[in-house]
């Protein structure tokens, strides 16, 4: 069965920390895999998005890793900022002309002052 | 450009009843999508549409209609709610399917909708 776990579900830190979370996914076959950030209230919006071909994408202080053989993808965050506490969602596309995206359960990240 | 748009943000519904949600997007996509995301869950697919005049059922259709008649316009339909309809509603749109090789969806800002 297709699908996306992500770790850890929710994370503290303080303002100006690193973090970094998790995702990986059993889907198969793997055409490409995307990071969105959701805030409390809104929908989400596209952060990275890496192909099958890509171990690295960067967006500013966020920085996206792809192992494709072992199927796990994280998001580092770097020196974090009170505008970061968000849900993060990682979300993998099957096959390239698909509509039927699976969705990660997302990382609930709140940054404190 | 406004993206995507969804009416109305809130809205509360008693066990019977039925609305429409509204989703309009500016960016000549043919491409839409509604989703619906529970706590704790990812989002599910319920409906999507390739163009206009096309629909196609997702991953939890029931209880739910859909039209798509221009392809600014795709609206939601819910008929007869029930209780387990309550959930927060998001519209998508993209140039190609699913947001298609480095593209992406573009989601509206969501209907929180309960059911009682």
């Known amino acids: 069965k297709n699908q996306v776990e992500q770790s850890p579900q929710s994370l503290i830190i303080l303002e100006g920390k690193n973090c970094t979370l998790q995702?990986?996914?059993?889907?198969?076959?793997?055409?490409?895999l995307r990071w969105y950030k959701q805030d409390t209230g809104r929908g989400p919006v596209s952060l990275t998005i890496?192909?099958?071909?890509?171990n690295t994408k960067s967006n500013g202080r966020y920085t996206a890793t792809l192992d494709a053989d072992t199927k796990q993808s994280s998001l580092h965050i770097t020196a974090s900022q009170l505008s970061d506490s968000a849900s993060y969602i990682c979300?993998?596309?099957?096959?390239?002309?698909?509509?039927?995206?699976?969705f990660g359960t997302g990382t609930r990240l709140q940054v404190f002052p | 450009n406004a993206g995507v748009t969804q009416t109305p943000k809130f809205r509360i519904l008693k066990i019977g009843q039925s609305m429409t949600l509204q989703c309009t997007q500016d960016?000549?996509?043919?491409?839409m999508y509604w989703y619906r995301q529970d706590p704790g869950m990812g989002l599910k697919l319920i409906y999507y549409?390739?163009?206009?005049?096309?629909?196609d059922k997702g991953e939890v259709p029931n209880g739910y209609n859909v039209s798509r008649s221009t392809t600014e316009d795709f609206p939601l339909r819910l008929e007869l709610a029930a209780p387990s309809q309550t959930s927060v509603y998001f519209c998508?749109?993209?140039?190609?399917?699913?947001?298609?090789?480095?593209?992406?969806?573009?989601f509206g800002p969501g209907t929180r909708l309960l059911v009682l």
């Open positions: 890496m192909t099958f071909s890509e």
């Open positions: 960016m000549n996509h043919n491409y």
């Open positions: 979300v993998v596309t099957p096959t390239l002309n698909t509509d039927k995206l699976i």
């Open positions: 998508a749109s993209s140039m190609r399917p699913g947001g298609g090789g480095k593209g992406t969806q573009y």
């Open positions: 995702c990986n996914y059993t889907v198969s076959p793997f055409s490409n």
């Open positions: 549409s390739v163009g206009a005049g096309i629909t």
